[in-house]
């Protein structure tokens, strides 16, 4: 029990790799010292490495960089832990301190800082002296790795900040103790009529290779049917097709090589996606707080007034897919104009009703896009009008104050 308690504390803790780093450090400079040492200093010529004066130099300037380079990155740390804190959840701090990558990081910086001091006191003398060759090529070496993490780093935190990737972060490690403590997976799930192929891991699709689908279907001669539409998220061992017809020589491989599954949905391909962050950003600027911001939401409403009224008139997609020979081989489930419309104007509704300039401005937008839509297209127009309506005399009867008698 002790040895466990230990081992989940320095699991936990951020200090545990770079101070291993540390010790690394150290083992290089006194491992390259004594290389340079058993050739007398000549195993890398001066020419490339410079004289005592430029080492030293070369030497002070990657020790002070790479102290630098660590602050920052702690800096950073510090800075999404408290991100993190304030927009999600305190919980999931220790975690953020457990993220390997920012570590490594940490304790390359340090590393390469204590190889530079280490290897400083080694180079004696003025222009006569001599040189740890070895020992300053590997610091040069380490400079560039440094140089290649710290961008590397800057992305991976950057990706890190998302919501997605800290509710990932989460769902994955917790993925991974459900099977550590309960190994049985169960009774599987009942058998369906048609057969089924199930994902193997979770995700949300964001591209469908259709040409690839119909392709293995036609080669089976059966009819492919994709349960998640584009934009779905898709948990592991869902049912991802139903197989109509014989689907005995399919390659579930080539299935699924030809969907893309991610950690959130793309701009590459879901229109919903791009309709989803601007009601967001609307949505946020209308939230319960003492800063509202009508007018970014006046804004982005501006831009999905343009999405819709882009697709007002436009053909949409069957969803149904044929080989060369007309012969069906796929169904993919879309998205239609109502779907679009809902997804735009639904939650604005109502968190906007309470605001004159939004309620005013979405108004504008679905009477505009009644005007050029098809006419199928129009019934749901006129039912988010009304439900527009209805929401802007509630919230007035909610805000309006209550006159007393005279």
């Given at each position: 029990?002790?040895?466990?308690?230990?081992?989940?504390?320095?699991?936990g803790s951020?200090?545990?790799?770079?101070?291993?780093?540390?010790?690394?450090?150290?083992?290089?400079?006194?491992?390259?010292?004594?290389?340079?040492?058993?050739?007398?200093?000549?195993?890398?010529?001066n020419?490339v490495?410079?004289?005592?004066?430029?080492?030293?130099?070369?030497?002070?300037?990657?020790?002070v960089s790479?102290?630098?380079?660590?602050?920052?990155?702690?800096?950073?740390?510090?800075?999404?832990?408290?991100l993190?804190?304030?927009?999600?959840?305190?919980?999931?701090?220790q975690?953020?301190?457990?993220?390997?990558?920012?570590?490594?990081?940490?304790?390359?910086?340090?590393?390469?800082f204590?190889?530079?001091?280490?290897?400083?006191?080694?180079?004696?003398?003025?222009?006569?002296?001599?040189?740890?060759g070895i020992?300053?090529?590997?610091?040069?070496?380490?400079?560039?790795?440094?140089?290649?993490?710290?961008?590397?780093?800057?992305?991976?935190?950057?990706?890190?900040?998302?919501?997605s990737?800290?509710?990932?972060?989460?769902?994955?490690?917790?993925?991974?103790?459900?099977?550590?403590?309960?190994?049985?997976?169960?009774?599987?799930?009942?058998a369906?009529?048609?057969?089924?192929?199930?994902?193997?891991?979770?995700?949300?699709i964001?591209?469908?290779g259709?040409?690839?689908?119909?392709?293995?279907?036609?080669?089976?001669?059966?009819?492919?049917?994709?349960?998640?539409?584009?934009?779905?998220?898709?948990?592991?061992?869902?049912?991802?097709?139903?197989?109509h017809?014989?689907?005995?020589?399919?390659?579930?491989?080539?299935?699924?090589?030809?969907?893309?599954?991610?950690?959130?949905?793309?701009?590459?391909?879901?229109?919903?996606y791009g309709?989803?962050?601007?009601?967001?950003?609307?949505?946020?600027?209308?939230?319960?707080?003492?800063?509202?911001?009508?007018?970014?939401?006046?804004q982005?409403?501006?831009?999905?007034?343009?999405?819709?009224?882009?697709?007002?008139?436009?053909?949409?997609?069957?969803?149904?897919?044929?080989?060369?020979?007309?012969?069906?081989?796929?169904?993919?489930?879309?998205?239609?104009?109502?779907?679009?419309?809902?997804?735009?104007?639904?939650?604005?509704?109502l968190?906007?009703?309470?605001?004159?300039?939004?309620?005013?401005?979405?108004?504008?937008?679905l009477?505009?896009?009644?005007?050029?839509a098809?006419?199928?297209?129009?019934?749901?127009?006129?039912?988010?009008?009304?439900?527009?309506a209805?929401?802007?005399s509630?919230?007035?009867?909610?805000?309006?104050?209550?006159?007393?008698?005279?």
């Amino acid at each position: 029990m002790r040895l466990r308690r230990l081992l989940m504390h320095l699991g936990g803790s951020l200090w545990f790799v770079p101070v291993l780093c540390v010790i690394a450090g150290a083992a290089i400079s006194f491992g390259t010292i004594a290389l340079d040492r058993l050739s007398d200093y000549g195993a890398i010529s001066n020419d490339v490495v410079g004289d005592p004066n430029a080492a030293r130099s070369i030497l002070s300037t990657v020790a002070v960089s790479m102290v630098s380079l660590t602050a920052l990155v702690l800096t950073i740390t510090m800075v999404v832990v408290q991100l993190a804190m304030g927009q999600f959840s305190p919980r999931i701090v220790q975690r953020i301190l457990r993220d390997k990558p920012s570590q490594f990081a940490i304790g390359l910086f340090v590393a390469t800082f204590v190889h530079a001091i280490l290897a400083l006191r080694e180079v004696s003398g003025n222009e006569s002296g001599h040189v740890p060759g070895i020992a300053v090529a590997t610091a040069y070496l380490l400079v560039l790795a440094s140089i290649v993490v710290l961008v590397i780093y800057v992305q991976h935190i950057g990706q890190a900040l998302r919501v997605s990737a800290l509710v990932e972060l989460v769902g994955h490690d917790t993925r991974g103790l459900v099977d550590k403590l309960y190994p049985d997976s169960g009774t599987p799930a009942p058998a369906q009529d048609e057969t089924v192929v199930r994902a193997r891991q979770s995700g949300v699709i964001t591209a469908i290779g259709y040409d690839q689908l119909v392709a293995q279907a036609h080669r089976s001669r059966c009819i492919l049917e994709l349960v998640p539409a584009l934009g779905d998220f898709v948990p592991a061992d869902a049912p991802l097709f139903l197989v109509h017809g014989n689907g005995t020589r399919l390659d579930e491989d080539e299935l699924y090589q030809a969907l893309v599954f991610k950690l959130e949905p793309t701009l590459d391909r879901d229109v919903r996606y791009g309709l989803r962050m601007l009601v967001d950003i609307a949505e946020r600027s209308l939230s319960e707080s003492p800063f509202q911001d009508p007018t970014t939401a006046v804004q982005a409403i501006d831009r999905i007034h343009d999405i819709l009224r882009q697709l007002a008139r436009r053909p949409f997609p069957d969803g149904v897919y044929r080989d060369g020979s007309g012969e069906l081989r796929l169904v993919v489930p879309t998205h239609t104009w109502d779907d679009y419309v809902l997804l735009a104007t639904e939650e604005i509704t109502l968190a906007g009703a309470g605001s004159p300039p939004v309620a005013r401005r979405l108004e504008a937008a679905l009477i505009d896009l009644h005007g050029v839509a098809l006419p199928d297209r129009k019934p749901i127009l006129d039912r988010r009008l009304k439900a527009l309506a209805a929401a802007v005399s509630q919230a007035e009867l909610e805000t309006t104050p209550v006159l007393s008698g005279r």
